[in-house]
């Protein structure tokens, strides 16, 4: 794994998403970091005009869900319905995930 060059923000806020994603495990967090350059680098179309407006249509069509809140105030869970985007959208955007 080459991490030359990896620029992160050190702030906590952001090392905290990596790390509970990971439960606290310090070398999964960093494969983790440097997974998330790597995509971020390897499809900079994807990311470059990432906006709520880019992908309106997944939630129109019913594709992703936002389930309701259980507790207020809580992150919001949403769900993907893969086998309903291949058969309609395969041709638009793909869907990452890890």
Same mark, same amino acid.
């Given at each position: 794994?080459?991490?030359?060059?990896? =620029?992160?923000?050190?702030?906590?806020?952001?090392?905290?998403?990596? +790390?509970?994603?990971?439960?606290?495990?310090?070398? %999964?967090? &960093?494969?983790?970091?440097?997974?998330?350059?790597?995509?971020?680098?390897?499809?900079?179309?994807?990311?470059?005009?990432?906006?709520? =407006?880019s992908v309106s249509y997944l939630f129109e069509e019913g594709?992703? +869900?936002?389930?309701?809140?259980?507790?207020?105030? %809580?992150? &919001?869970?949403?769900?993907?319905?893969?086998?309903?985007?291949?058969?309609?959208?395969?041709?638009?955007?793909?869907?990452?995930?890890?």
């Amino acid at each position: 794994m080459n991490l030359l060059g990896l =620029q992160t923000p050190l702030d906590e806020d952001f090392l905290l998403l990596f +790390l509970r994603a990971r439960k606290f495990n310090t070398g %999964r967090a &960093l494969d983790l970091i440097t997974s998330y350059y790597t995509i971020r680098q390897e499809h900079c179309d994807l990311f470059s005009n990432f906006t709520p =407006q880019s992908v309106s249509y997944l939630f129109e069509e019913g594709v992703v +869900l936002p389930l309701p809140r259980v507790i207020p105030l %809580r992150s &919001l869970t949403i769900l993907v319905r893969v086998g309903m985007y291949k058969q309609i959208y395969t041709d638009k955007i793909i869907l990452y995930f890890t």
